[in-house]
């Protein structure tokens, strides 16, 4: 085999192991089967398939920080949520960030993430399906979600628990595959937090490029006073 077929041959495992992700219905014993086996290669895996997710999520990070952050770069705090193996991370470090805290479901995964030395802590074992109840309302000024707002991850629901432990004045961006954004109706959640008076759209980059064969939506949220407001309980 030439190196021109075994390259080809390795983007087509990478795409097919990207595209196997996809089909794990948020299970989570899947997904940490799934990411404890793929964890020491992910990076290599979707460098081949052209990830650009992380890049273009941290610069908007940067651009927002630098419109409507009054703070320094270096005294924002950043919740990664499914850090992964930290390309976000190593991302956000390289232009300026420096309080940088990621979850992710996966153990494995964020190892790796703790290995880049760029986060200030990294907690595994996280679901983003799930109330984040170690994690304090208001606690961060940017929160960055990248590839897991996607297919058989993270619901569009997740992305309340998002706002909640961000600030309010603070933002949230996050990725959104098209196919996620029209077969999930992610759409429809972020009206319905808009309607709650949680968040507030503030910019977003269509069809920008993700991976190889396929585009993302780039959204960029205000989170609302009402998004760390106690939940009233049921009478
Ligand atoms: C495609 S990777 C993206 C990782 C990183 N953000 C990046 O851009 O490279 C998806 C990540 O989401 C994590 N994940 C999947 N489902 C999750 C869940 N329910 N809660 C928390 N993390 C989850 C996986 O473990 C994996 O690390």
Redesign the pocket.
Known sequence: MNNLDQQTVLEQAARKR?KD?HA?E?D?GR??H??REW?SA??LD?GRDG?C??RI?AELAGAVQTAYLAKQRTAIAIL?????????GVELNRLGFRLIDG????ED??EQARQTRVYRHVQGD?????PLSDYSSASYDLT?????L?L???RPE?LRELARVTRPNGFVIA?TRKSYAETAFFEDEVRHLEDAGILVPAQRLNNGRYVAEEDAHYWVFRVLEKASAPTEEPP
């Open positions: 990207i992700s794990l948020g989570v997904l940490a799934f990411y964890a992910y990076d979707v990830y997710g992380p999520v990664d949520a499914g850090c992964g193996t930290g390309l976000v979850i992710d479901l996966s995964m964020a996280v679901d983003l399906n799930g960055v979600c990248c590839g897991v996607t058989g991850h993270v997740g990725s």
